[in-house]
């Protein structure tokens, strides 16, 4: 199994910026798909996005789609979520997940996610 550590949350006004980053151990992260997921309080755990293991197949969210962009660095075992145009019903706490294909990454590894808060 691939451990998982994110990193990048906090605290940002609406309209900014922040980039997620997701550190892999374990297993040859090159050989997952990987993605991310928010869970507000109160809320069912949403998928953000999701990028294969080569970055040629990429999914988003339809709340996320066209402002958080997701991408990774295997040479690194990094996965990061670019996000933009923040937005206050974007607070959440953020995780990061990793699993052999993108449909199956909400079964697959998880990291202990990271807080985002955005206020208005």
């Known amino acids: 199994q691939v451990q998982l550590v994110e990193s990048g949350g906090g605290l940002v006004q609406a309209g900014g910026s922040l980039r997620l980053s997701c550190v892999a151990s374990g297993r040859t992260f090159s050989l997952y798909a990987m993605g991310w997921f928010r869970q507000a309080p109160g809320k069912e755990r949403e998928f953000v996005a999701g990028i294969s293991w080569n970055g040629v197949t990429i999914q988003y969210g339809d709340s996320v789609k066209g402002r958080f962009t997701i991408s990774r660095d295997n040479a690194n075992d990094s996965g990061y979520l670019q996000m933009n145009s923040l937005k206050p019903e974007d607070t959440a706490v953020y995780y990061c997940?990793?699993?052999?294909?993108?449909?199956?990454?909400?079964?697959?590894?998880w990291g202990q996610g990271t807080q985002v808060t955005v206020s208005s």
């Open positions: 997940a990793a699993a052999r294909v993108v449909r199956e990454l909400s079964g697959g590894s």
